[in-house]
């Protein structure tokens, strides 16, 4: 199954081009916006280059990882992404990046919005959950906005930076969107 392409107002979310690299590499890089995620910045372009490739090359296995771009000016912004895709349990995680100076405008509320949509009523999920370091307020309040539910705190569950973190996680059931 193709990626399908969605579209809001403000955003395009899209399959992944190597046209992508600058502005990727360009986000990635921002100590704002890796630092609040569960990745490291790329070591060089060029590891930038090879790991865009490689998402690239997955998506005739199913990867669901949609570019944010903006459409006034056409510049890959972030990504948004499902994973851990279990059909038979209609369930994924949900991730997200943005650059940061796309932040605070409603952006990444939009794509969400959009993404959580598409996999509630096309894709037939039933439970959508998130996975955020416990200092990442802006993540946390952005999944408190949508009604995530604050399921658990996971003591030193992933290696990041070089070290065990704990995170929460949320979820989102769709039941959940009917009774709010």
Same mark, same amino acid.
């Given at each position: ?43 060089? #372009?060029?590891?930038? =280059?090879?790991? !865009?490739? %490689? ?5 005739? &296995?199913?990867?669901?990882?949609? /570019? ?6 056409? #510049?890959?912004?972030? =990504?948004?992404? !499902?994973? %851990? ?5 209609? &369930?994924?995680?949900?991730?997200? /990046? ?13 794509? !969400? ?28 309040? !952005? ?38």
């Amino acid at each position: 199954m193709a990626l399908p392409t969605l579209r809001t107002e403000r955003l395009l979310l899209r399959s992944l081009h190597l046209t992508d690299l600058d502005d990727l590499y360009e986000y990635a890089q921002d100590p704002a916006v890796y630092n609040g995620g569960m990745w490291q910045p790329y070591a060089s #372009k060029d590891a930038a =280059r090879k790991h !865009l490739e %490689h998402l690239i090359s997955l998506y005739t &296995k199913g990867l669901m990882w949609w /570019a944010i771009e903006h459409t006034t000016d056409h #510049k890959m912004i972030g =990504r948004i992404e !499902l994973s %851990h895709i279990d059909r038979a349990d209609k &369930k994924a995680e949900i991730s997200y /990046a943005l650059h940061q100076d796309y932040w605070q405008q409603g952006i990444m509320s939009e794509a !969400l919005n959009k993404v959580l949509d598409y996999a509630y009523a096309t894709m037939q999920l039933n439970r959508i959950y998130a996975v955020t370091l416990t200092d990442n307020k802006k993540s946390c309040k !952005l999944l408190e906005k949508f009604n995530f539910q604050r399921e658990g705190h996971l003591r030193e569950y992933s290696q990041v930076k070089g070290y065990a973190e704990d995170v929460y996680l949320y979820a989102l059931l769709k039941s959940d969107l009917t009774s709010s």
